[in-house]
């Protein structure tokens, strides 16, 4: 994951509020085996309408979209993610997320951005015609005209994002940890453990395809 | 351990951390991990990619569900019929290929034990109490009905399991949603889980882990939480928990992964301390009465538009919220609904009876309660699909099949079919489905779709009466 530490530029003063992960992308495009390619299918039902804010050449490319209230509610596709990065947003500011899809943002260099209702507002008007800027070292989003809303982060997601580390990596560095876990997992609870607890099937119907 | 009370959902994360972080976070264990084909290509490819392998192969359980059609799927000869969509037989060959390379148990297309990944889980026994479980589907939240820590994840989470047999997660917040009383005639759980999130709305549960209590919760059967822990999704919370109890250990015993002999006694006695303790403390308290809950339904394009099947199209003016009456307006608009107008006056064109809220046995037959004996209205297509093929088979066994085909309802094969339009059962643009679904966004079941959620026994009656109607008024 490519480190990011500022996104700044002009951004989509959208505002809308429940924005579901099939508006964001439709379960058509779904059928993909791949992370890249989506942004043709970002927002296509949106898109459909005639004078849309996506296809607004004022905002053409823009790296942060302004959204309302539970931005990305709904189904848990990853590919609403990898859409949104696909069309170039990197930042995404909104009064609250649905908590899948923040952590979907993290893991694909998108910066969700929680800010009060008042500020987003705010974020619209200025978006119309001037940039925004969404900054990682001072946790601020700032605009020209001396705005500056602070906006906090999980620590270790913050990290990430900075550091574009790989969090499978991370994790598998905890090996002994995790086997030390698993060792007296078997011990208090061992019906865990579906080997032990009896055969199961293992390729259920397989054969006869 | 500390003594203080805990709650069911705290006892659950309490035994399953690995390690505490120093930011509050912690890394927490994986007992159970569902794969589907739609969200597990990528993480399969990672874990190529990095030259990784899957950690417990023995904790995971593959089964494809979104793409398959409901169409029968061998010929008379019992030769697999090949899937027309190639992209969607492209990756459902990609997850028989990924689960043969990586080892993962897997339950075929036309194995009888494929069905809706949660529909599989609890039917299979695995899904047990006290577990932590995921799967790349924001519906997992379902299992907590049997009182597992159960949660949709992305697939880059999918590859951290698949990988680690871990996530890095922060605690929730607590919400005790509490349904005292007793259900009404005609009233069912998925009127109950609507009515919830018509009180809590949309997001109401961000950032919460639901508990679900109360007398209506305790005296529901294990379908029934099924459907009410299934939608807490769409109240905004990424997990809904039910407390195990005895009607949860009989539903277990004896299913084919579950634990057995002095493994089950041993497991059964663990449960049984999961209860939140007396004292415990949630974040946030709802209560709900039985008595204010009506055979309920969907107006708009969010599961929080909820009235009572006797109500009216609201007029957005009516919602205090500017943004909602934006909203509302923006719905009805697509909806093509007039405000005041009698909800008992809308005409629908299809049924879909199914998917992972409401196709299981006890769904069904509340279904074929209402279709006995009559007809499906002209110019209405219904279609039932069970969850599984266990469950088909069950139905089959019990005669619901024939009533429902004499009915004039399709009867076809187990997968997510009508819910998302992601395979060939998907509603026309402009047409309106009675469903009993749990989303009702707009496309959710095909560009320019409008849908209406509510439970098996509505859906029945909107099918038989070609309008949406008050089952009530169809029992004896």
């Not at chain 2, 799927?73 to 689960?99: K, S, T």
């Not at chain 2, 822990?229 to 299913?255: C, H, Q, V, W």
């Not at chain 2, 999961?274 to 008595?291: E, F, I, M, Q, T």
């Not at chain 2, 929080?304 to 500017?322: K, N």
């Amino acid at each position: 994951m490519e480190p990011v530490t500022r996104v700044s530029g002009s951004a989509y003063p959208w505002g809308a509020k429940n924005i579901d992960t099939d508006v964001i992308i439709p379960a058509h495009w779904l059928k993909t085996i791949k992370r890249s390619g989506l942004g043709k299918g970002a927002f296509e039902t949106v898109r459909a309408q005639p004078g849309n804010i996506f296809d607004d050449p004022r905002y053409a490319g823009a790296p942060i979209l302004i959204a309302g209230d539970n931005f990305g509610c709904g189904s848990s596709r990853e590919h609403a993610a990898w859409a949104l990065g696909d069309m170039g947003i990197k930042a995404v500011i909104a009064p609250s997320f649905s908590d899948i899809f923040s952590g979907n943002a993290f893991k694909n260099g998108i910066v969700p951005v929680v800010l009060p209702q008042e500020a987003v507002d705010r974020l619209i008007e200025v978006a119309k015609t001037d940039p925004v800027t969404v900054d990682l070292e001072t946790m601020t989003v700032t605009t020209p005209y001396q705005d500056r809303f602070p906006f906090e982060l999980d620590a270790f997601r913050r990290r990430c994002l900075m550091e574009g580390l790989d969090e499978v990596g991370l994790t598998l560095a905890k090996d002994t940890a995790i086997s030390k876990f698993e060792e007296q997992l078997d011990d208090e609870r061992p019906w865990i453990r579906r080997d032990a607890a009896h055969a199961g099937f293992a390729v259920e119907g397989a054969g006869r395809t | 351990m500390s003594s203080a009370p805990r709650t069911l959902y705290e006892k659950v994360w309490d035994a399953h951390v690995v390690e505490r972080r120093d930011d509050g976070s912690c890394l927490i264990y994986i007992d159970r991990h569902l794969v589907h084909e739609v969200t597990s290509p990528q993480a399969f490819e990672g874990l190529r990619a990095a030259g990784r392998r899957v950690r417990r192969p023995d904790l995971t359980l593959a089964v494809p569900d979104h793409n398959l059609p409901t169409t029968p799927r061998v010929d008379a000869a019992g030769n697999e019929l090949p899937i027309a969509d190639r992209e969607g037989a492209e990756q459902l060959a990609a997850l028989r290929r990924n689960v043969a390379e990586f080892g993962v148990p897997y339950i075929d297309a036309l194995s009888a034990k494929q069905g809706i990944v949660h529909v599989v889980g609890p039917e299979q026994g695995f899904t047990l109490p006290g577990t932590t479980m995921v799967c790349g589907d924001s519906h997992t939240s379902a299992h907590g009905a049997l009182g597992a820590l159960a949660f949709g994840i992305g697939t880059s989470e999918v590859e951290h399991v698949l990988a680690t047999q871990t996530l890095i997660l922060s605690p929730s917040k607590t919400m005790e949603v509490r349904v005292d009383g007793t259900l009404g005639f005609g009233v069912s759980a998925k009127d109950v889980v609507l009515a919830i999130i018509g009180r809590i709305g949309a997001a109401g549960g961000t950032g919460y882990v639901i508990e679900f209590t109360g007398e209506v919760i305790r005296n529901l059967s294990v379908e029934g939480r099924l459907t009410v822990a299934n939608m807490s999704i769409e109240g905004g919370a990424r997990a809904g928990m039910i407390a195990p109890d005895e009607t949860t250990f009989a539903y277990l015993k004896g299913r084919p992964l579950a634990p057995q002999g002095a493994d089950w006694d041993k497991a059964v006695a663990w449960w049984r301390t999961l209860p939140s303790d007396v004292g415990a403390r949630y974040d946030k308290s709802v209560v709900l009465n039985a008595a204010d809950i009506a055979p309920s339904l969907t107006w708009g394009t969010s599961p929080e538009d909820v009235v009572p099947i006797t109500g009216f199209v609201p007029a957005p003016d009516s919602f205090a919220d500017p943004s909602k009456r934006e909203a509302a307006q923006k719905s009805l608009d697509y909806m093509g609904l007039t405000p005041g107008m009698r909800m008992q006056d809308v005409p629908v064109q299809h049924v879909f009876i199914g998917s992972c809220t409401n196709s299981r046995i006890e769904d069904l037959r509340a279904a074929a309660g209402v279709a006995s004996g009559r007809h499906v209205a002209d110019g209405v297509r219904a279609m039932v699909v069970p969850g599984s093929g266990l469950v088909k088979r069950q139905a089959e066994a019990e005669g619901l099949d024939r009533i429902f085909t004499e009915a004039g309802f399709e009867w076809r094969e187990p997968g997510c079919s009508m819910c998302l339009a992601m395979n060939p059962d998907k509603v026309p643009p402009g047409e309106r489905c009675a469903s009993t679904s749990n989303r009702n966004f707009v496309g959710r079941q095909g560009p320019g779709a409008r849908t209406h959620l509510l439970s098996p026994a509505m859906a029945a009656a909107a099918a038989i009466t070609g309008r949406l109607a008050d089952v009530r008024e169809l029992m004896g």
